[in-house]
């Protein structure tokens, strides 16, 4: 799959933008605060829906204007295709594919899979278990249609109960009702349990090569799920957790507070981990998700690299680079020194100023 190339209208401080890319290597260069990552984050949104940096939508829109648009298109298997995203401040998205307008965000998944790595995911295992469990699902949805339709199921599922948790405060009356909710979260709940399950075997069995070349053999690094509660347990849990969320407001059992695990030997490197031991486990885990996307789709996906060379040291680099080769990349740097110094095939140079991109070869 190759991203062929990406138009923008009044997106963040773009007012108008055309780009073409090559299926190897894009180099995205200029200072910071230009521009860089809006594109590469332009990108993902038009394939995902979603902002990677959880942005909402009227924040993405170019100041004093009230619409954006972005326009990709792709090749895949040798089939063209268009995706048109309108964004609006006051108005939900709307999506067109080829044209003819989508209804549900799960029919965009799965056209064009993308990894997005930012300097953010090198801190991916020291953070909170938010962030990894974000991770998950950013990477299921593209992957997994069913994934979709049960986690925003569970959310809303989920939403509704709280607010219903809250108001008993005022109608007490109302706790019966809390059974027609369970039902549907265990539901839910349990189908996203195991999609997770699944997920994180399949990681697995590509992370402990990747991790071992990363450290030269010395390491041998496993990712553990940890759900806040197992599939079959969940009923019971969520039955045996009501008086504590009445008495919290909120439904402290359900997938929305599982984890995912990071061990050498024995060793949690979230807890006990040095800083490299955590780097060197992020980078192995999106290297592993490049792996995985291959395997399950049979084409490797588009990776979005912004600025993230600048954060590693130079062996970290080299096996970055390695692992890339046969990708398309956008890179985003402030210079050009890291390619240089790794003498690394630049296919297609961008030069970004204010909001204005020069090609330069």
């Not at 290597?25 to 829906?49: D, F, M, P, R, S």
């Not at 402990?208 to 969940?234: C, F, W």
Request: proline share 2%.
């Amino acid at each position: 799959m190759i991203i062929e190339s990406i138009e923008l209208k009044n997106y963040r401080n773009y007012d108008e933008l055309h780009m073409g890319f090559h299926p190897g290597t894009n180099i995205l260069y200029g200072n910071n605060a230009q521009g860089k990552t809006n594109i590469l984050e332009a990108i993902y949104v038009c394939c995902t829906t979603k902002s990677h940096r959880g942005s909402k939508d009227r924040e993405m829109i170019h100041f004093n204007q009230d619409e954006s648009h972005i326009k990709l298109t792709i090749r895949k298997n040798d089939v063209p295709y268009r995706i048109d995203m309108h964004l609006k401040k006051n108005k939900t998205k709307g999506v067109a594919i080829n044209g003819i307008p989508i209804r549900k965000a799960s029919e965009l998944f799965g056209i064009v899979n993308v990894v997005f790595f930012s300097p953010e995911d090198l801190n991916l295992i020291k953070n909170g278990p938010a962030e990894r469990r974000k991770f998950i699902d950013l990477e299921l949805c593209q992957l997994n249609k069913l994934y979709v339709h049960s986690l925003v199921s569970y959310n809303r599922i989920l939403m509704q109960r709280n607010k219903l948790l809250k108001d008993l405060f005022f109608h007490p009356e109302y706790e019966e009702t809390l059974d027609v909710w369970d039902m549907q979260l265990v539901q839910y709940g349990k189908e996203i349990i195991r999609f997770r399950e699944e997920f994180i075997s399949q990681l697995n069995d590509m992370i402990i090569d990747i991790h071992r070349k990363l450290t030269g053999g010395k390491e041998n690094l496993r990712i553990v799920y940890d759900p806040n509660a197992s599939a079959e347990a969940l009923e019971e849990n969520l039955k045996r957790s009501r008086a504590q969320d009445v008495k919290q407001k909120t439904t402290l059992v359900g997938p929305h507070r599982d984890d995912i695990g990071f061990y050498l030997g024995d060793i949690d490197i979230r807890r006990f981990g040095s800083q490299g031991q955590q780097r060197t486990a992020a980078l192995s885990l999106k290297l592993a998700e490049i792996e995985l996307v291959k395997k399950l789709v049979r084409d490797y996906p588009v990776l979005l690299l912004d600025d993230v060379l600048s954060e590693l040291d130079g062996e970290r680099q080299n096996h970055l680079l390695e692992a890339i080769t046969h990708i398309q990349t956008m890179i985003t740097c402030t210079g050009l020194e890291d390619f240089v110094n790794n003498r690394f095939q630049i296919d297609k140079l961008f030069r970004v100023v204010q909001g204005t991109v020069f090609n330069e070869n």
